[in-house]
């Protein structure tokens, strides 16, 4: 298995695969792990999101030259696999109280 850098998930959203498209929504991405220059917008410095829904992917708008060498979209396998470890860890029983 090898493994890639993945722009930084900071909202979970949904994933709809009807068989003929696939639908990436509600979903907030931050920065890759390098937090290169080349997703911010050059005047603004804002980051915008990329997303391909012919493929299923979801990502970072990249304004190098050539493209993102940082960091690569996630898929809609890969997001409905967040999903499913989020809903499992949420069904957990929690035998002592949160802290704080």
């Known amino acids: 298995m090898t493994r890639t850098q993945k722009p ?3 909202q979970v ?3 709809w695969d009807d068989g003929t498209s696939v639908v990436v929504a509600g979903w907030g991405l931050g920065l890759c792990v390098s937090a290169c220059t080349c997703h ?3 005047s603004a410095g804002n980051l915008a999101i990329a997303e ?3 493929e299923g992917l979801i990502g970072l ?3 190098r ?3 993102c060498d940082c960091c690569e979209p996630w898929t809609a396998g890969e997001l409905s696999a967040v999903v499913r470890d ?3 860890v949420a069904d ?3 035998p002592e109280p949160l802290a704080g």
């Open 8 to 10: 930084s998930v900071f």
């Open 86 to 88: 989020l809903e499992m």
């Open 92 to 94: 957990l029983d929690a």
């Open 61 to 63: 708008v990249s304004y």
């Open 13 to 15: 959203g949904r994933v």
């Open 40 to 42: 911010r917008h050059p």
């Open 65 to 67: 030259e050539g493209g």
């Open 52 to 54: 391909d829904q012919a």
